[in-house]
């Protein structure tokens, strides 16, 4: 856990620094989707689901067909789907 703790760190520093100082280039552009993406993976490795969702979303904003995002989304929206469901069913004991 220590190791996406830190990446995330790193991971939102970039996105934050790129988020304000890019130019829009094209290549700026990758590495915000790439940011996001990453920061993704290390949200979902740390259980932290709509935070994952929140960076896969913002990965699609840059590119709507990108597969990384759009299968991460899923990923996330399951897992999301799972917990609800789970909440669901402790009600009714």
């Given at each position: 856990?220590?190791?996406?703790?830190?990446?995330?760190?790193q991971?939102?520093?970039?996105?934050?620094?790129?988020?304000?100082?890019?130019?829009?280039?094209?290549?700026?552009?990758?590495?915000?989707?790439?940011?996001?993406?990453?920061?993704?993976?290390?949200?979902?490795?740390?259980?932290?689901?709509?935070?994952?969702?929140?960076?896969?979303?913002?990965?699609?904003?840059?590119e709507?067909?990108?597969?990384?995002?759009?299968?991460?989304?899923?990923?996330?929206?399951?897992?999301?789907?799972?917990?609800?469901?789970?909440?669901?069913?402790?009600?009714?004991?």
């Amino acid at each position: 856990m220590g190791k996406y703790k830190l990446a995330r760190g790193q991971y939102k520093k970039i996105v934050e620094y790129l988020s304000s100082e890019s130019d829009g280039s094209e290549s700026a552009q990758h590495l915000l989707l790439a940011g996001h993406l990453n920061l993704a993976i290390c949200y979902l490795r740390l259980g932290r689901h709509r935070q994952a969702r929140d960076s896969c979303e913002c990965g699609l904003q840059l590119e709507p067909n990108n597969v990384k995002a759009l299968y991460r989304r899923g990923l996330v929206r399951t897992l999301l789907f799972v917990v609800a469901v789970c909440m669901w069913c402790l009600v009714d004991l």
